[in-house]
């Protein structure tokens, strides 16, 4: 029998892995798209109400984890409610909306400190895309893909650290430039709220926000996939407190960043111009140290994304693998420090082969991977409508169901229709911003070898054949 997942962490660990894989760059470059969308008021209010619609799939998430401690999360979810094809589907498409984030982190890195370290847009190797690929972000990107994997790979306990570290390390350096906006903000530059007058443009500006939101919000479900890793005696209570808690300062942070960058600099000109946070800061205080010290809460950021990610795609793998839906290596743990070591080792070369294709390529890619966390987001909340109505104790199903109280079952069929409203909105070709060709070549190409995978397995599904932890 494999050895078990090292046991390693707190609830602490379990915030900053919802948190920090949720909470991304984007409030430092893509403030200016932001307000361009929503205005200020708009875009508040987007993620405001963008946090409220996700709580039911957060509620869900928080009874699921509870009851079914699994790092397969939607595949232990949906595996003994439906056919296997679905479980492995869920998964697989979970895998992506965490392992495309990884090679877009080690590109992003790059573009992130080339604002403060110009010489790093030098030496030219080739183009992807129309766009250059430069040499010194080519090599801070794989420096940093190797970092994130030998990280992860000597322990659940060292990773844990690393991502309390950086999550902190943000939340401090959020809350040095909040602090400081507030004091020197003025009223005026919030004005006007809306890019368009009325009621009517309120509305429009804050929908053109909400539609976003969940992309940006992805990555609170994400304690689930280490829910195997809790430390002995861990209360599973500690899941949902923790997932609810990501979720609510995750919309926090965002409303709370928009409302400072436009209180501090009139968010037109920054809308007109394309700056980021950190010019708009540098700008209003007259500081380039400012500006620098919010860059360097930018990369904090990043690398807890990157982490974060990293760790949830591998735990999916691991699970996917001791199932026999992929190659059976991925799910092997390593004997010393346990970990998934093969899932690791695979997703760090995937990583870095990725990253070569700069972030010209990685757009559709990313795109879809919006779209796989509304398809694992629906199987987890239709599961568990599923296990309401399983008979409890029905030899061959699986973990028992769960609560079947009516307020559960309210709440989950609320974030069913919120996951598939967000698949919706990508693939209904009338839906703005829904996939073009190179999307769905990207969903074309991942279904194939996820297809290939799964009539390749070596190991045919066998009810009750899952292996879960206890307590």
């Known amino acids: 029998m494999a050895p078990p997942l090292q046991r390693a962490l707190s609830t602490v660990e379990y915030f900053t892995f919802g948190f920090g894989t949720m909470i991304g760059v984007g409030w430092v470059v893509l403030i200016d798209d932001w307000l361009g969308r929503g205005g200020p008021g708009g875009a508040m209010l987007g993620f405001a109400a963008g946090t409220v619609i996700l709580l039911p799939i957060a509620v869900t998430y928080a009874r699921l984890v509870r009851e079914i401690p699994d790092a397969g999360a939607e595949v232990a979810y949906t595996e003994s409610v439906f056919p296997a094809t679905v479980s492995f589907a869920a998964g697989w498409w979970m895998v992506l909306a965490y392992a495309i984030v ?70 401090a350096v959020f809350a040095v430039f909040a602090s400081l906006g507030l004091l020197r903000g003025e009223a005026a530059n919030l004005q006007p709220l809306f890019p368009s007058p009325g009621w009517t443009g309120a509305l429009v500006s804050t929908l053109l926000v909400l539609q976003i939101v969940p992309y940006f919000m992805t990555g609170f479900e994400s304690v689930a996939k280490g829910s195997e890793e809790a430390r002995a005696g861990y209360d599973p209570r500690g899941f949902g407190r923790a997932i609810l808690l990501a979720l609510g300062a995750g919309g926090l942070f965002y409303v709370t960043v928009i409302g400072v960058v436009s209180y501090v600099f009139p968010w037109r000109p920054l809308v007109d111009e394309g700056i980021g946070t950190e010019v708009a800061f540098e700008r209003a205080f007259s500081s380039r140290r400012l500006a620098e010290l919010i860059v360097f809460g930018a990369v904090l950021s990043l690398l807890k994304v990157f982490n974060g990610n990293f760790v949830a795609a591998t735990r999916l793998l691991y699970a996917l693998g001791r199932r026999g839906h992929v190659p059976g290596v991925l799910g092997s743990v390593h004997p010393r420090f346990g970990t998934p070591a093969a899932a690791i080792l695979l997703l760090t070369s995937l990583t870095a082969v990725a990253s070569l294709l700069g972030d010209a390529l990685l757009v559709p890619i ?41 307020g559960p079952r309210v709440t989950a069929r609320l974030g069913a229709v919120v996951g598939l409203a967000l698949v919706a909105m990508k693939v209904v070709p009338l839906v703005p911003g829904s996939f073009g060709r190179a999307e769905w070549a990207a969903v074309v190409a991942w279904s194939g070898l996820g297809a290939a995978l799964w009539l390749g397995r070596s190991t045919p599904e066998r009810p009750g054949a899952q292996v879960r932890a206890s307590g």
């Open 102 to 171: 990884c090679p877009w982190e080690a590109v992003a890195i790059g573009n992130l400190l080339a604002r403060v370290v110009p010489a790093l847009d030098t030496w030219p190797l080739y183009e992807v895309g129309g766009r250059p690929i430069y040499a010194p972000r080519l090599a801070l990107g794989m420096l940093l893909t190797a970092l994130i994997g030998l990280v992860n790979y000597r322990g659940i306990r060292p990773s844990g650290l690393f991502q309390d570290a950086t999550t902190f390390g943000l939340l």
């Open 366 to 406: 990313t795109e879809v991977g919006s779209l796989a966390s509304g398809v694992g987001w629906f199987a987890a909340c239709a599961a568990f409508l599923a296990r309401t109505r399983a008979p409890r104790g029905d030899a061959g199903r699986g973990p028992a169901p769960v609560n079947p109280a009516r």
